[in-house]
């Protein structure tokens, strides 16, 4: 204490300011309690980590994960490297499942509604209700979301055996891809996509990387496809669409089509590839009558870009994507089948889509099954309805008419978890378990299957019951038996006709093999097989639609990056918090405009406008974007919850209010894009809620991309011409003489500051490269530092005054951007962390010795010393320290709107990283305790780290592997090598000498850029 | 001149009245025994287990009890089972230890965890392995001082300073650098 106390004295000295601020030390005032265990578990060793597999439930996509658990409490998912679909990586809805998990707004218990109020009561008597209810409804209708097989098996029993039906419905259902699939090919079926295969990628509007179908499996293909390899080879990838979406904003080259003319684009292809119509079967005639010429006008792209197209796509293995739901229009059915017609004339069904081997479980149930329940509801013939893993009052547009169908019925009955818009006009709620307290399963292709287990007891503020248990007892209730006492039992009894199909003799090792891996492939699923074309058993019109509405400007209302169909599950800060992959705006809702219309209307970023269609009106700000077609405006879906939960409600809007509710003819799914709508000014202005700084680099060599051609002629791309010559660096003779350095990560420590642990040549160096070729600007990686690094939410407010909290930051630039004409595209993407600089500039600021290069290369922060001056953060050229201006961790918010851990979201924290209150300086820190925790077990072991043993949260969550992370100093290990890439580079050190350990390998374009700089 | 004065002035008066309040720091720094870690001794742990009978007289190893130091962060607080697994049998000898031992199996009759009163904590901002110390030969008592011949623990008798750990550091040339325990 007394070396601690000299030289605070002296600094006290000098600051004659006295003020109380006494050195406290560290004196343990309250007394604090150990509690151990009665009997201990034997899985559990307190302070080490037990991991158990399972299987996402935030999507239908099904990514197997693995759940990491401390002492008995969830602390952190992350994806099962041995599933077929996730790979290892996880997108940011997976990883703030760990929040659903703790929302402190779950229901507590059983409720029940009692004079306008939902009141507690217990489970028997919410079962004796629901079962009394039940049978005194006659008929009953169940409304669900998606749900793992032994569980929609079970549903359905239930329903025969006590007078009912199940009906399911799927938010952002892509009904008409799977109707298209029927017509085309007599395949009622989600195809499996496998974009690994494919050369060439077009898509139609499909979001793949976002909310489409199966978005870490597809971002994980995409890109191994699209990124450069060491052949340089590289896919390519068009997107012909009327909005950039983040999935656009990867494309090389954008077609920005006339809203709803995707269908002419794509038989104007199939014409090119097909010989006029020669080689499309039964679909000749149809292919033959749209040609690149006459659907010109109506697409508004030159023929000769669509011939071209067409040329490129019948090179090699290609592969077509649909609208996707955000262009689910009036004729998308239709649409879909086009894409499915030029799929198939160029030769890629059964290479790079299968449907003999199709994605199950994938939401594709429409819009029309609920139209179905509204008939039968109006008939006044169901008596009762159950609502379970959907918020369908949210879900569906206002104009629907599903609230006051809704309303009607007697008996309403919800399993949902948390209060949400439906659960506010039920009767009865009987909250199920969150999906990391359950039991389940998930099949994603035929013959892949996975077990969902509990990691952890269910969460004890809230007195729960898994769904399936329920409807198993109130059917015993009722005087059913469903041959399962428990739901546990009933997935075991599934599961043995799969085990006995492996000829497995011992269930038991099966069982136990099954939980453990988190993956049963049984095999059997045909691929490869090249379905052909039958004739179209229904009328088509491949035209454009017609939209409603007055005006030209047509409304797109695309699922959020963030949140998806965003009607449930939006009670996270975390993602409330993530900035939107496309406009960077956080919590609130915007509708994008281009710049042009925008200047034309006389609107601003912050105008606050009424947008308003024949179906409803919400005000939102304006958000100017240049990736979307001067005749389009689109709203994200996500926001505008009422009792939802007190972090999601009053954020945003809810768009869906300003559709029609239609079903689209042919498949009954939801039609998204069906109407114009009006923008009226307010005259009002908000400062919108965005970390983003600026969309253009302004010449600065930031994140400077390479042509493929530039890249190929030069097999040995010297240094020099990077313009990272070599420095001269005063560290000679203890810092008086220079010494020459080219500043590479490898270079550290400098000749002169060798000394003790810095001169050990056995001293790890740890640097990190970042693959901007591969990386998709999705954000999975921000919400996994978030999570893996107890990185505190901030709340809108300060957000606006730009104290975000973010470790990651992914930074966009627009490089060639352009809405007016078809042609390259050129988005870049750069997920910016603390650079770990070999040279800081905010090592020397620190009045407090804070902040330092440690032996083995990270600039680490030492969080008890910091004062919080806060000169670190003004001398970070990257400026990506951020400072903890308020405590953002306590049960209460210091102030109101501030971020805070209420009950049970503190049980998140994850326990072997400290966490920082008030005044306290943090930044990416390598994941120094991973590091720190494989050194002690090599240590304890007696063994030697291996490369690849350590992985930062970012690298093990990321889809697209952009990440490599290790000892550079080892020649042997991937970033050792991976630096050696003619791409690399390391942002802006050639201008200010920092000497970064993180290095990025450039981006690599098919049209031409300056090479070197930007 | 006078400039000089006046200034001389200022920079004595701030030097004395910042040592004062430096002075009254260090005065209630002297009031406190030698130990930092701030554990008065009006601790009252809820049954009164003396480890000089256990870890002294009986040679209980520390690790029988205290079963995770050798495999990670924590050194574990032996749960209500390891206990009974001797006190089913061991009622102990004077009416005291009766007393006492009594509790135990109370506790272990109603399955409830032992509310123990923590005596030894390193600071929340200090990441300190016990596993890596265990691998490192370094000996329990060296840290928490002579335990087999303490009573009830109610105080820490060690300095558990920062300081003090750096010293053994330096003494057995390991790492000094702060962010092996400080992240």
Not at chain 2, 157 to 175: A, F, K, T, Y
Request: net charge negative; glycine share 10%; hydrophobic share 35%.
């Amino acid at each position: 204490m007394s070396d601690g106390l000299k030289r605070r004295e002296f600094l006290k000295v000098l600051g004659v300011s006295g003020a109380g601020a006494g050195m406290v030390g560290c004196s343990t005032e309250s007394v604090e309690k150990l509690m151990p265990y009665v009997v201990p578990p034997e899985e559990i060793t307190p302070g080490v980590a037990t991991w158990y597999a399972s299987v996402c439930g935030e999507c239908e996509a099904g990514c197997g994960m693995w759940v990491r658990t401390r002492e008995g409490r969830v602390v952190k998912v992350e994806g099962n490297p041995d599933h077929p679909v996730s790979g290892g990586a996880l997108c940011s809805r997976g990883h703030s499942s760990v929040q659903g998990l703790y929302n402190p707004d779950r229901f507590t218990g059983p409720m029940a509604r009692q004079n306008g109020e939902l009141q507690p009561i217990s489970w028997d008597e919410a079962e004796q209700r629901l079962a009394d209810g039940l049978a005194a409804a006659g008929q009953h209708l169940t409304l669900t979301g998606f749900a793992g097989p032994s569980m929609m098996t079970l549903m359905e029993s239930f329903a025969r055996a006590t007078g009912g039906g199940v009906v399911r419905f799927d938010p952002l259902a892509d009904a008409p891809l799977r109707e298209a699939g029927r017509i085309a090919f007599g395949r009622n079926v989600v195809p499996w996509y496998d974009i690994e295969e494919a050369e060439m990628l077009v898509s139609f509007g499909a979001d793949f990387l976002e909310s489409w179908l199966s978005p870490v499996r597809d971002a994980r293909a995409f890109s191994r496809m699209s990124g450069v390899d060491e052949r340089g080879s590289k896919g390519r990838f068009v997107f012909v669409g009327s909005r950039l979406s983040l999935t656009g904003q990867n494309a090389d080259e954008w077609l920005p089509i006339q809203p709803g003319s995707e269908s002419l684009v794509a038989l104007a292809m199939a014409n090119v590839i097909s010989g006029a119509g020669a080689g499309a079967g039964p679909y000749r005639d149809i292919v033959n009558a749209y040609t690149p010429e006459n659907v010109s006008e109506a697409t508004g792209i030159p023929a000769e870009n669509i011939r071209e197209l067409a040329i490129q796509f019948a090179e090699g293995p290609s592969l077509a994507l649909g609208p996707g739901v955000a262009g689910q229009h009036r004729n998308a059915t239709a649409a879909n089948l086009a894409v499915a017609v030029l799929n198939s004339v160029a030769g890629n069904v059964g290479r790079t889509l299968h449907y003999s081997a199709p994605q199950l479980n994938a939401p594709a149930f429409g819009y029309s099954g609920v139209e179905r329940v509204m008939q039968l509801i109006g008939q006044g013939v169901v008596g009762a309805v159950m609502i379970h893993g959907s918020n369908p009052i949210y879900a569906l547009p206002a104009s629907s008419g599903f609230r006051a169908a809704f309303e009607s019925v007697p008996f309403k009955v919800s399993f949902a978890s948390s209060p949400d818009e439906t659960t506010a006009l039920c009767d009865l709620v009987l909250p199920d378990r969150h999906f990391l307290e359950s039991w389940g399963d998930s099949a994603v292709r035929p013959g892949s299957w996975a077990i969902q287990q509990p990691a952890m007891r269910p969460v004890p503020h809230f007195d729960t019951r898994q769904t399936g248990d329920v409807l198993l007892s109130v059917a015993s209730l009722m005087g059913q038996d469903l041959g399962a006492a428990t739901f546990h039992d009933h997935l075991q009894s599934r599961w043995q006709t799969v085990a006995a199909s492996t000829g497995t003799a011992d269930f038991e090792v099966f069982w136990q093999e099954a939980l453990k891996s988190g993956v049963v492939e049984l095999g059997g699923s045909q691929t490869g097989v090249a379905e052909q074309l039958r004739q179209p058993d229904r009328a088509l019109v491949f035209d454009p639609p017609d939209f409603d509405g007055p005006g030209d400007l047509h409304l797109m209302v695309y699922p959020s990056s963030r949140f998806g169909h965003g009607s449930q599950n939006t009670n996270r800060p975390w993602l409330l918090e993530l900035p939107d992959p496309v406009s960077k705006i956080t919590w609130h809702s915007w509708v994008e405009m281009h710049p042009d219309r925008a200047a034309a209307m006389g609107l601003r970023n912050g105008d606050m406008v009424i947008l308003s269609t024949d179906n409803g009106s919400v005000e939102l700000p304006v958000w100017t974007y240049p990736g979307i077609r001067e005749n389009v405006v689109a709203v994200p879906m996500g926001g505008g919850h009422e009792g939802a939960g007190r972090f999601s409600d009053g954020n945003g809007v809810n768009p869906l209010d300003l559709l029609p509710a239609e079903s689209e003819a042919l498949s009954g799914g939801l039609v998204h894009f069906a109407t114009k709508v009006t923008v009226t000014p307010t005259g009002e202005r908000r400062a919108l809620a965005t970390i983003s700084g600026s969309d253009v680099q302004s010449n600065r060599p930031i994140t400077p991309a390479v042509a493929l051609s530039a890249l190929t002629a030069e097999a040995d791309h010297a240094e020099e011409e990077d313009g990272n010559g070599p420095l001269q660096e005063l560290q000679g003779v203890g810092g008086f003489v220079p010494v020459e350095t080219e500043g590479r990560p490898q270079d550290f420590p400098l000749e002169g500051a060798q000394h003790g642990e810095y001169g050990d040549p056995e001293t790890p160096r740890w640097a990190m490269t970042i693959d901007l070729d591969k990386c998709t600007g999705c954000s999975a990686c921000v919400t996994a530092c978030q999570s893996e690094n107890n990185v505190a939410w901030v709340g809108e407010s300060q957000v606006t005054m730009g104290r975000d909290m973010g470790w990651i930051r992914l930074e966009r630039y627009y490089e060639a951007v352009d809405a007016s004409h078809a042609g390259p595209l050129d988005v870049r993407f750069m997920p910016m962390i603390c650079q770990h600089c070999g040279n800081a500039p905010c090592e020397p600021v620190c009045p407090v010795y804070a902040t330092y290069h440690t032996p083995d290369g990270i600039n680490t922060q030492v969080y008890n010393r910091c004062v919080g001056t806060r000169y670190c953060l003004n001398n970070c050229p990257y400026k990506v320290r951020v400072y903890n201006w308020y405590t953002y961790t306590d049960e209460e918010p210091v102030r109101e709107g501030l971020g805070h851990a209420p009950e049970p979201m503190n049980w998140a924290f994850n326990p072997d990283v400290t966490v920082r209150e008030n005044g306290i300086m943090e930044k990416c820190s390598f994941c120094i305790h991973r590091i720190r925790g494989a050194q002690d077990r090599a240590a304890v072991e007696g063994s030697v780290i291996q490369d690849g043993e350590i992985i930062p949260a970012c690298q093990q969550s990321c889809p697209a592997e952009a990440i490599v992370f290790g000892n550079i100093r080892d020649t042997r290990s991937r970033v050792a090598q991976s630096v050696e890439s003619a791409r690399v580079y390391r942002v802006l050190d050639e201008l200010i000498n920092t000497q970064p350990a993180v290095s990025y390998l450039k981006k690599v374009t098919f049209h031409d850029v300056e090479s070197g700089e930007h | 001149m006078t400039k000089r004065w006046i200034g001389a002035l200022i920079v004595a008066l701030a030097t004395l009245g910042s040592l004062v309040f430096v002075q009254t720091q260090d005065s209630s720094e002297t009031q406190e025994p030698e130990a930092t870690n701030g554990a008065t001794t009006d601790v009252v742990q809820p049954i009164a287990f003396p480890h000089n009978v256990h870890a002294g007289i009986d040679r209980i190893d520390c690790q029988y009890c205290h079963f995770s130091a050798e495999r990670s962060v924590d050194a574990g607080i032996p749960p209500v089972r390891t206990c009974i697994g001797c006190h089913q049998i061991i009622g102990g000898t004077d009416e005291r230890q009766q007393a006492e031992i009594a509790k135990v199996r109370e506790y272990w009759t109603n399955q409830e965890p032992i509310p123990w009163v923590r005596i030894y904590k390193v600071a929340d901002h200090v990441h300190f392995p016990h596993m890596r110390h265990i691998a490192a030969q370094v000996d329990c008592a060296e840290c928490h001082g002579p335990v087999q011949e303490m009573g009830v623990l109610a105080e820490v008798n060690q300095p558990l300073s920062m300081g003090w750990c750096v010293s053994c550091h330096i003494e057995r040339d390991v790492s000094r650098d702060c962010s092996v325990c400080h992240y």
